[in-house]
């Protein structure tokens, strides 16, 4: 019998990664091609508009730059990161904890397609209130932030159930 190789967050992690890639991508393609073309302001609710810009920075658009390589360094380094994160994620045993991480690595390649294709990302989505502006972002960026809340929230709940390690041996003696 063949030895299979036993990845536990192997499906979650790949589907939540895939979930969030094409949110991303199908998002991105439908706000491009027939909401904001042309560019403008679409206001939806008193707090919510959909505003086209494009990031060639990080987030909220730190680091921007007009360098040809920006966007190329910036791509390498996400996917380094979602590689990283997919490799955790698919040995966990937690579906929660392996969804979320596969969202993050989603979100980030979504980002990486945006910044590969036209040199920069893509934003779309506008929160104000009170004459303050949030920086416009994405479904990429979404599920980016919510994949690590998830995480921040689920790891300290995942420590207190684990066992205690004991160190210095049997204490009945």
Same mark, same amino acid.
């Given at each position: $019998? ?16 895939? #979930? ?32 086209? =810009?494009?990031?060639? %920075? ?6 921007? %730059? ?19 994160? $997919? ?6 045993? !937690? ?10 690595? %989603? =979100? ?14 893509? *934003?779309?989505? *506008?929160?104000?209130? #009170? ?14 932030? %919510? =994949? ?11 420590? !207190? ?8 041996? !049997?204490?009945?003696?």
């Amino acid at each position: $019998m063949p030895h299979r190789l036993a990845l536990p967050g192997l499906r979650v992690t790949l589907a939540a990664a895939a #979930f969030a890639l094409a949110a991303d991508q199908l998002s991105k393609w439908a706000i491009l091609a027939h909401v904001l073309n042309p560019p403008r302001t679409i206001p939806v609710t008193p707090f919510f508009n959909l505003t086209l =810009g494009f990031n060639t %920075g990080i987030s909220f658009g730190l680091l921007g %730059g007009d360098g040809a390589l920006a966007p190329l360094l910036l791509a390498g380094v996400a996917l380094v990161v979602a590689a990283g994160l $997919m490799l955790w994620a698919i040995r966990l045993p !937690d579906r929660p904890l392996a969804a979320a991480a596969g969202a993050i690595a %989603g =979100g980030a390649i979504g980002n990486v397609v945006d910044r590969l294709r036209q040199g920069a990302v893509t *934003d779309f989505l *506008d929160l104000h209130a #009170f004459g303050w502006h949030w920086p416009t972002f994405n479904v990429a960026d979404v599920l980016i932030v %919510g =994949g690590a809340a998830a995480i921040a929230l689920r790891s300290p709940r995942e420590r !207190d159930s684990r066992p205690a390690l004991r160190v210095g041996g !049997d204490s009945s003696t």
